[in-house]
């Protein structure tokens, strides 16, 4: 009996590759490996279904250091498949939150979203990890990880969470968004920062943007002019001159879109690429540099 493909890669760029779910109809989120001279990174570790550190083990033999774009689950849900990780300081509470992933839900999770072909081979075997302790260190703004023959730094643009970051490969010219910067950048989270930090946040990836051509992020890819869609699109937002689009978010509530969306659809009626949910009391608000500790 074949082996279940929890996993498939593409090559996307010398020593990199873009991981995703194979097992499934459709793959949620996507991982990059990126392999240096001394060791090589490891983007995100998506929900959970696999064992990705093995998987990496096919594609390279050099030890794996892993580093989460943000503390989302379908973007931290395999960590607990590794003894530590790298996230940016102001999302390592959030990462907190995932104490208590027992690898029974994982693996039920699995069998609801197989392929029918290999729904009755699933096990709860070393595929699924329960969370267990594990180091988590923390990245601040300007941080390099050194491969050794190529550096990937961390450019901090906090907005969909508060510690989101982009990963800039200076080899190849890839920036790695996570969920920073895309078609459907969700803004509407408790942890969200207020519209005008993550403009502010943005025009810091604006800095960088001669350094990279491609934005590979954790369920889109596009090239490096989204950043301008982003401003331009924000701004709007900030004047209260957007579309002010109402749709239902994604935990429930109301929620506005900057741009137009065609009826029921995902793309922007106008053609541009860039979009965001977002609630209008957070546009303005501040104290966004600081942590606001509350009862719950
Ligand atoms: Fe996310």
Same mark, same amino acid.
């Given at each position: 009996?074949?082996?279940?493909?929890?996993?498939?890669?593409?090559?996307?760029?010398?020593?990199?590759?873009?991981?995703?779910?194979?097992?499934?109809?459709?793959?949620?989120?996507?991982?990059?490996?990126?392999?240096?001279?001394?060791?090589?990174?490891?983007?995100?570790?998506?929900?959970?279904?696999?064992?990705?550190?093995?998987?990496?083990?096919?594609?390279?033999?050099?030890?794996?250091?892993?580093?989460?774009?943000?503390?989302?689950?379908?973007?931290?849900?395999?960590?607990?498949?590794?003894?530590?990780?790298?996230?940016?300081?102001?999302?390592?509470?959030?990462?907190?939150?995932?104490?208590?992933?027992?690898?029974?839900?994982?693996?039920?999770?699995?069998?609801?979203?197989?392929?029918?072909?290999?729904?009755?081979?699933?096990?709860?075997?070393?595929?699924?990890?329960?969370?267990?302790?594990?180091?988590?260190?923390?990245?601040?703004?300007?941080?390099?990880?050194?491969?050794?023959?190529?550096?990937?730094?961390?450019?901090?643009?906090?907005?969909?969470?508060?510690?989101?970051?982009?990963?800039?490969?200076?080899?190849?010219?890839?920036?790695?968004?996570?969920?920073?910067?895309?078609?459907?950048?969700?803004?509407?989270?408790?942890?969200?920062?207020?519209?005008?930090?993550?403009?502010?946040?943005?025009?810091?990836?604006?800095?960088?943007?001669? *350094?990279?051509?491609?934005?590979? $992020? #954790?369920?889109?890819?596009?090239? &490096?002019?989204? +950043?301008?869609?982003?401003? !331009?699109? @924000?701004?709007?937002?900030?004047?209260?001159?957007?579309?002010?689009? *109402?749709?239902?978010?994604?935990? $429930? #509530?109301?929620?506005?879109?900057? &741009?137009?969306? +065609?009826?029921?659809?995902? !793309?922007? @009626?106008?053609?541009?690429?860039?979009?965001?949910?977002?609630?209008?009391?957070?546009?303005?608000?501040? $104290?966004?540099?600081?942590?606001?500790?509350?009862?719950?």
């Amino acid at each position: 009996m074949a082996a279940i493909p929890y996993f498939k890669a593409e090559k996307i760029a010398d020593g990199s590759w873009m991981i995703k779910n194979a097992f499934v109809d459709q793959s949620y989120a996507i991982c990059y490996l990126i392999e240096g001279r001394d060791f090589a990174l490891l983007i995100d570790s998506i929900i959970g279904l696999g064992n990705l550190k093995a998987f990496c083990g096919t594609l390279t033999d050099k030890p794996v250091k892993l580093v989460n774009t943000h503390a989302h689950s379908d973007h931290v849900g395999g960590n607990f498949h590794f003894d530590e990780c790298w996230i940016h300081h102001r999302d390592i509470g959030f990462f907190q939150t995932c104490i208590g992933i027992r690898k029974e839900q994982l693996f039920e999770m699995a069998k609801q979203t197989s392929l029918p072909e290999y729904r009755d081979q699933i096990e709860p075997d070393d595929n699924f990890a329960d969370w267990n302790p594990m180091k988590v260190f923390p990245l601040y703004d300007g941080d390099v990880f050194d491969l050794g023959d190529r550096t990937i730094e961390v450019v901090e643009v906090g907005g969909h969470t508060a510690g989101s970051i982009v990963l800039i490969d200076h080899k190849t010219r890839i920036a790695y968004t996570g969920d920073a910067c895309n078609g459907n950048t969700l803004l509407e989270f408790s942890n969200s920062l207020p519209i005008i930090s993550y403009m502010r946040n943005l025009l810091h990836l604006k800095e960088h943007q001669q *350094e990279f051509d491609q934005m590979y $992020g #954790g369920h889109e890819t596009f090239d &490096a002019s989204l +950043v301008d869609e982003a401003i !331009e699109t @924000v701004a709007k937002v900030i004047a209260g001159t957007d579309d002010r689009c *109402e749709r239902t978010g994604i935990l $429930g #509530g109301p929620v506005l879109y900057a &741009a137009e969306k +065609v009826m029921d659809g995902y !793309e922007r @009626v106008d053609g541009k690429r860039f979009n965001m949910s977002y609630i209008p009391s957070k546009v303005l608000s501040g $104290g966004e540099t600081r942590q606001v500790i509350r009862a719950e």
